[in-house]
């Protein structure tokens, strides 16, 4: 299977959507309920030029299958959302759906951190911790991403 998914990959970055759904639509008999292939699935249909079988709402019923299978699949939630907000111009829709993954991620990144900061505590020093944990806030406070955004907010 990683072979397939090497391809596929290769396959999208050469915009060649529908021939990779072809691969993605093999894998998946095999693994129907796989949520990497689904999510592949729904983003080479979204991206594709529309001459295969699916349609936009067939992306959306794929990122709720990925959610049945795992309510807080963080990708799927995401994407869902982008979904909400830029398909179906619902961005109320769409807000759960990002307040639910800000909200995991924001969980894996502060344990991330503290494990991390705990390692070093140990294996260096509390003061390379503490610096290390200072440099972590301080860099996800200096997002340019984040920053681009609120230029843009700022100049409405």
Avoid: Q, W
Avoid at 49 to 70: G, R
Avoid at 88 to 97: F, H, M, S, V, W
Avoid at 136 to 141: E, Q, V
């Amino acid at each position: 299977m990683k072979n397939e998914f090497n391809e596929i990959r290769i396959l999208m970055g050469e915009k060649k959507y529908n021939e990779a759904i072809l691969i993605i639509e093999k894998l998946e008999i095999a693994n129907p309920i796989n949520p990497k292939i689904l999510i592949l699935k729904a983003r080479c249909i979204y991206m594709s030029d529309s001459k295969n079988k699916y349609t936009l709402n067939d992306v959306k019923k794929l990122y709720k299958k990925v959610l049945e299978l795992d309510n807080n699949h963080i990708e799927a939630l995401i994407e869902l959302g982008y979904f909400y907000y830029a398909n179906d111009n619902n961005p109320n829709k769409a807000i759960p759906y990002f307040t639910k993954a800000i909200k995991l991620n924001k969980n894996f990144l502060i344990d991330s951190i503290k494990g991390i900061v705990k390692c070093f505590e140990e294996t260096k020093s509390v003061l390379f911790a503490l610096s290390y944990l200072k440099e972590a806030r301080s860099d996800l406070l200096r997002n340019s991403d984040l920053a681009e955004l609120e230029k843009e907010l700022e100049e409405l």
